[in-house]
């Protein structure tokens, strides 16, 4: 089975550019999570998104940020007007419907960086 | 979600266990205790979780506290690919439960 893919796996974009990001989760999963890794810091939780539904939101910076989850494609997180302070490597998860005990996998990320 | 408390680093020799504590005094009854682990410049690694039983799999070993306050990952015989930062994590059962990641614990194993 594969696992959760993400592409591109290295990005560089201009200042103001817009830099998209690509999530497959897993097989049967319906449930897609982003997280942001600044350099040499934690994992930062952005967004929760259900297939057409965003669940949680409350990690995603209020401008510029974006993402959604469609009936059909993969997720996508969406940065536009990109700044220097947006490079960081970006992982998506994915889970089967909430249950209690289920088990978020993650892909192996994207890293931005801004030039 | 609880919090938890890791220690910032330790190490261990390579083919010896390595026991990694974590204290989540504030747990409460519906959360489970996560363990993954991120080996530099990847995506985090699902270990194990466990709500109050031990757990084991073909990683390691979750022992888990009868008052649920603590918990301890084992990896029975380390290598140096274990090195990474190891998260203990607790995460509600409820729907709409996110993983909420500290600091963890650089585990760094010694040849």
């Known amino acids: 089975n594969a696992g959760v893919m993400q592409n591109p796996r290295h990005l560089v974009r201009r200042r103001g550019q817009e830099a998209r990001l690509r999530c497959s989760p897993m097989k049967g999963h319906s449930h897609v999570y982003w997280y942001r890794q600044l350099p040499e810091e934690g994992l930062k939780f952005m967004v929760y998104?259900?297939?057409?539904?965003?669940?949680?939101e409350s990690g995603m910076p209020k401008e510029r940020f974006s993402a959604e989850f469609p009936k059909e494609g993969p997720s996508i997180l969406r940065i536009q007007q990109v700044v220097r302070g947006d490079s960081a490597a970006y992982f998506c998860?994915?889970?089967?419907?909430?249950?209690?005990?289920?088990?978020?996998?993650f892909g192996e990320g994207s890293w931005l960086t801004v030039v | 979600d609880a919090k938890t408390t890791q220690p910032p680093s330790m190490d261990c020799a390579e083919g010896r266990a390595a026991n990694l504590p974590c204290n989540h005094s504030t747990i409460s009854g519906n959360e489970y205790v996560y363990w993954y682990r991120q080996i530099h410049s990847q995506g985090p690694q699902y270990i194990i979780h466990?709500?109050?039983n031990n757990e084991t799999n073909e990683m390691a070993s979750l022992i888990i506290t009868e008052d649920r306050k603590s918990s301890t990952l084992i990896l029975p015989h380390a290598t140096l690919r274990d090195t990474a930062v190891y998260y203990c994590?607790?995460?509600?059962?409820?729907?709409?439960?996110?993983?909420?990641f500290g600091k963890g614990i650089t585990l760094s194993v010694r040849p």
């Open positions: 994590i607790v995460r509600a059962s409820g729907a709409n439960s996110k993983l909420t």
């Open positions: 998104l259900q297939k057409e539904n965003i669940i949680d």
């Open positions: 466990g709500l109050k």
């Open positions: 998860a994915s889970s089967l419907p909430q249950r209690p005990g289920n088990t978020i996998y």
